[in-house]
């Protein structure tokens, strides 16, 4: 009797294989590049919007090896990113749609890979929950790049900032970026719109007592 | 990531990513240095 080998004959594309994964925007020390940053392996490692992977445990073997875990990751479905984008280190991560060729590995949910190219980035919510459509220094970053973070106008404050539209410019090779809609209030029924003007009312109030105690002792102030 | 069990490798070709991929790097060649050991003379 013959044995059947479970060596598979290796697979082919003439294309690349799309895929999804989360990422931080990475601005150059210089301002005159942006990149990305893993969020799990490989997560102080910067690449660019076309890139080749390399070992980031240091080894000089070409990447992706089946000795190592280092490479490219991707998943093979959007869902499988947006769920990943759940856990709340990675809320602020950006979403790559990205093209993947080279050497690769197909696993169930996604590929190890040794090329990409970054097709589009879709920038998550800002944390007050408006659509975010700057980009702002993190505070955090790896020796020549600064991480940014996605925020709306009203909580930019201060900081200096990067239209997201600039942000694709200097990722360059064609990639493109959009956030998310703003909020849709006609998802709500008539008692949730009744309940959310209450609320802000509630909040206006509030912001408006505040600013008349301030008026007051500034008056008060003023006159004594 | 988790991706699950390992299906099939291959190779996949990307005509945009190959035009604009950088330059591979090369790895400098450090100069083969010669040491010499000193031999000793032997004592007859």
């Known amino acids: 009797m013959a044995w059947r080998s479970a060596r598979r004959a290796p697979e082919h594309s003439e294309q690349p294989l799309a895929g999804f994964k989360l990422a931080h925007p990475m601005l150059s020390a210089d301002g005159s590049r942006a990149g990305f940053c893993g969020v799990t392996v490989g997560r102080g490692h910067v690449y660019l919007a076309v890139d080749d992977a390399i070992c980031v445990q240091g080894s000089r073997h070409a990447s992706p090896s089946k000795w190592c875990d280092c490479g490219f990751y991707c998943f093979h479905d959007v869902a499988s990113a947006r769920d990943l984008a759940c856990e709340p280190e990675h809320r602020n991560a950006v979403l790559l749609e990205v093209a993947a060729s080279g050497r690769y590995r197909r696993y169930e949910r996604g590929l190890r890979y040794s090329r990409q190219r970054v097709r589009s980035v879709r920038v998550s919510r800002c944390d007050c929950g408006q659509p975010a459509t700057v980009l702002v ?3 955090a970053g790896s020796t020549g790049w600064r991480q940014l973070l996605p925020t709306c106008l009203a909580c ?33 029924s008539g008692a949730g719109q009744v309940a959310l003007l209450h ?15 301030r008026l007051d002792a500034l008056t008060r102030g003023s006159d004594g | ?19 604009a991929a950088p330059p591979v790097a090369e790895v400098p060649v450090e100069p083969r240095v010669e040491v010499e050991a000193p031999v000793e003379p032997v004592r007859a």
């Not at chain 1, 900032?161 to 942000?167: D, G, K, T, Y």
């Not at chain 1, 609320?199 to 105690?213: F, G």
């Not at chain 2, 991706?3 to 291959?10: H, S």
Request: glycine share 10%; aromatic share 2%; hydrophobic share 45%.
């Open chain 2, 1 to 19: 990531m988790q991706l699950g069990r390992k299906l099939a490798e291959g190779y996949a070709v990307d005509p945009e990513a190959e035009e």
């Open chain 1, 137 to 139: 220094d993190t505070g």
């Open chain 1, 156 to 188: 930019v404050g201060a900081r200096p900032r990067l239209e997201l539209q600039a942000f694709a410019r200097l990722a360059g090779h064609g990639v493109t970026i959009s956030g998310e809609a703003a909020p849709v209030d006609a998802d709500l």
């Open chain 1, 199 to 213: 609320a802000e009312m509630a909040l206006l109030q509030a912001r408006l007592d505040d600013l008349q105690s």
